[in-house]
Nanobody, 124 residues
Framework: QVQLVESGGGSVQAGGSLRLSCVYS????????MGWFRQAPGKKREAVAS???????DYADSVQGRFIIPRDNAKNTLYLQMNNLKPEDSGTYFC??????????????????WGQGTQVTVSS
C-alpha cells in the first residue's frame, strides 16, 4: 500500500519561501513519477511540478524559475522548494505518485496515489 504524507505548509508573506515535504512508502516500482499539485478554494486542482525517478522534471509555467522539486532517495522524501511566493500560490498542496510512467507528468489523471494535502497561505 502506497502512502504519501505531506508536511511543511504554513503562512508566509509574499516574496518569502517555504519547503514542502512528502514522505512516501510502499512504492514497488523501479521507475515512477511523483508530482505536486495544488487547489485553491473554488478552483480546479492544478499541477505545480513533477519529477521522474530518473531525474527529469517538469514545471507549470506559473512556477517556473521560482519552485524546484528535489528528492532525497535515502529518506524516501520528495520536496517542493517554493521561493518568491505570491498570493496566487495559496492553496492546499498535494503530493502524488504514479508507477509505470517513464516521464514527469503534469496530468493529474495519470497519478494513482495521493496524499492528504498541506495548506499554504501567502499574504500580500
Amino acid at each position: 500500500q502506497v502512502q504519501l504524507v505531506e508536511s511543511g505548509g504554513g503562512s508566509v508573506q509574499a516574496g518569502g519561501s517555504l519547503r514542502l515535504s512528502c514522505v512516501y512508502s510502499g512504492n514497488t516500482y523501479s521507475r515512477f513519477t511523483m508530482g505536486w499539485f495544488r487547489q485553491a478554494p473554488g478552483k480546479k486542482r492544478e499541477a505545480v511540478a513533477s519529477k521522474h525517478s530518473e531525474g527529469s522534471t517538469d514545471y507549470a509555467d506559473s512556477v517556473q524559475g521560482r519552485f524546484i522539486i528535489p528528492r532525497d532517495n535515502a529518506k524516501n522524501t520528495l520536496y517542493l522548494q517554493m521561493n518568491n511566493l505570491k498570493p496566487e500560490d495559496s492553496g492546499t498542496y498535494f503530493c502524488a505518485t504514479a508507477g509505470n510512467l517513464y516521464y514527469p507528468s503534469l496530468l493529474d489523471y495519470e497519478y494513482t496515489y495521493w496524499g492528504q494535502g498541506t495548506q499554504v497561505t501567502v499574504s500580500s
